[in-house]
């Protein structure tokens, strides 16, 4: 899995590269109703540069949106869901009305340990719905939204990967195949 830190939604990588999750106490707190991602990311930034070029995220791999638990959540039983949404630009260069592409169940506290993986999807194409007359997306965020009760504590991260093991088993060398360099 390679991950890069501009396609962190939630979480952070320290300067010694270790990687954590947002707290429920600092950035996101998850109470009960709808909270958005620490950060909302604009692709038309990660798509253009001041020399004209943009940054080639995958170079024709998938992209896959990983969200998991860091830290175990507490509270008092409550549910968390995890929605992936797409924005289109509001006109001003801040994100219009948010559509979401992709929803979770709903974890229970019991299922909120960490290390475990919320979502793990390939990224839906960022293209306009004719049906809405909506236009092309240009932002992505999180959203989660917690059900009867507010999370005590907990950590949790969401971030774009390309990870060519979603691919699947054809990725690699056929049976039998052998190279002294791997």
């Keep these: 899995m390679i991950m890069d830190g501009l396609l962190l939604m939630d979480g952070s990588v ?3 590269g270790v990687f954590s999750g947002t707290a429920v106490n600092s950035g996101v707190t998850f109470t009960v109703g709808s ?11 990660l798509a253009s540069s001041a020399s004209g070029y943009g940054r080639d995220i995958g170079i024709g791999d998938d992209l896959e949106l990983v969200v998991m638990a860091t830290v175990n959540f ?17 006109g001003s ?3 219009g009305s948010w559509v979401t592409q992709v929803s979770s169940l709903a974890y229970t506290l019991t299922q909120l340990t960490a290390g475990s993986e919320l979502m793990r999807i390939k990224m839906p194409p960022m293209v306009p719905d004719p049906a809405t007359g909506s236009a092309l997306p240009k932002f992505i965020q999180m959203n989660y939204v917690v059900g009867s009760a507010n999370m005590t504590a ?3 991260a969401a971030f774009i990967v390309v990870d060519r093991t979603a691919l699947g088993p054809k990725l690699g060398y056929q049976s039998g ?5 791997l």
């Design 14 to 16: 320290s300067s010694a």
């Design 35 to 45: 909270q958005a991602s620490a950060n909302i990311l604009d692709v038309s930034q």
């Design 74 to 90: 507490t509270g008092s039983s409550s549910t968390l869901q995890v929605q992936l949404q797409y924005a289109p630009d509001g």
């Design 93 to 95: 260069g801040t994100p």
């Design 154 to 156: 907990g950590a949790i």
């Design 177 to 181: 195949y052998s190279n002294q360099y």
